[in-house]
């Protein structure tokens, strides 16, 4: 079971609900909720590893991220303005590793619920 640990400020209007929701997601490896808040345009840039392009890359990227399993995940803190947002905090894996990460997002518009792209900062630590 994956612990989640959310600063209490980290959800106090729609675009960070969602956001901490997205984060979750990814925690959990709830790929079919992940691939549901994406556009079929998605653009993912992990920094300093790959950029993924669509949803069908998105998706089989998502099945490859299955195979290690989170054990915990720390939100720090969420950002959002207009049709833009921001998560940081660390994620700790079941195999002892931890990993601060800071991802940054675009919405298709202001009010948009569809993430149209990532962009992934990632250090272990």
């Not at 840039?45 to 995940?73: N, P």
């Amino acid at each position: 079971m994956t612990k989640i640990t959310v600063k209490p400020d980290c959800g106090n209007a729609p675009k960070k609900e969602l956001l901490k929701q997205l984060n979750i997601a990814f925690a959990k490896a709830n790929s079919d909720f992940l691939t549901d808040i994406v556009s079929d345009d998605i653009e993912w840039d992990i920094m300093g590893d790959q950029k993924i392009s669509g949803k069908e890359q998105f998706s089989r990227k998502l099945e490859t991220l299955k195979s290690e399993k989170v054990s915990e995940l720390i939100l720090d803190r969420i950002l959002t303005h207009g049709k833009e947002g921001a998560a940081n905090g660390i994620i700790k894996m079941q195999n002892g590793k931890e990993y601060a990460f800071s991802d940054f997002y675009e919405f298709t518009s202001a009010k948009g619920a569809k993430v149209r792209s990532i962009t992934s900062y990632i250090v272990r630590i």
